[in-house]
């Protein structure tokens, strides 16, 4: 059964047993969630074409994209990928001993690692991140430029609102 059918009879199931209830904010959730799971699986199924796991290619973007010269700390990666600093260092363990990212003592912080890509590892981001971008965008293309936008403006209106309120 497709994803969508199944969507179809969770709302059709939840009409049938409690006509009366409310349960559109419930169902759009739902939506939300499979949408995620599914998109998400395919976004990351890409990263194995690249030798990777999706959170070692995630953490290997990162760095490319947002590390200065020295690199970034644990904490600072941690935070860019919504993840714990002990995921880090378990994908930066793997990645440093691919050969793919360095990590030395922070300057400012004896305590600390700055943790920065290898020649090797920007050799592999680069020729990984077309097929990425290609991949994603594929994923989107039912969907106009217009109707793309309205989804991250709609999408991010709601993360404000749940940071704001304290939801989350």
């Given at each position: 059964m497709s994803t969508l059918a199944l969507l179809d009879r969770i709302r059709r199931d939840w009409k049938d047993r409690e006509p009366q209830l409310h349960t559109a904010p419930m169902l759009t959730f739902i939506t939300l969630a499979r949408a995620q799971a599914l998109l998400g699986e395919a976004v990351r199924s890409t990263a194995a074409h690249a030798?990777?796991?999706?959170a070692t290619r995630d953490l290997l973007f990162s760095l490319y994209r947002s590390s200065p010269e020295g690199g970034l700390t644990a904490g600072e990666l941690a935070a860019l990928l919504a993840v714990s600093p002990a995921t880090v260092t378990g994908s930066t363990d793997r990645l440093e001993a691919r050969g793919l990212l360095t990590r030395t003592l922070d300057p400012d912080d004896r305590r600390s690692w700055r943790i920065?890509?290898?020649?090797?590892g920007q050799a592999?981001?680069?020729?990984h991140l077309s097929e990425h971008l290609a991949f994603e965008e594929r994923l989107l293309s039912p969907l106009t430029q217009d109707e793309i936008t309205t989804l991250e403006t709609l999408l991010r209106k709601l993360i404000l609102h749940a940071e704001a309120e304290g939801l989350v």
């Open positions: 030798g990777l796991t999706s920065a890509l290898t020649a090797a592999l981001v680069q020729a």
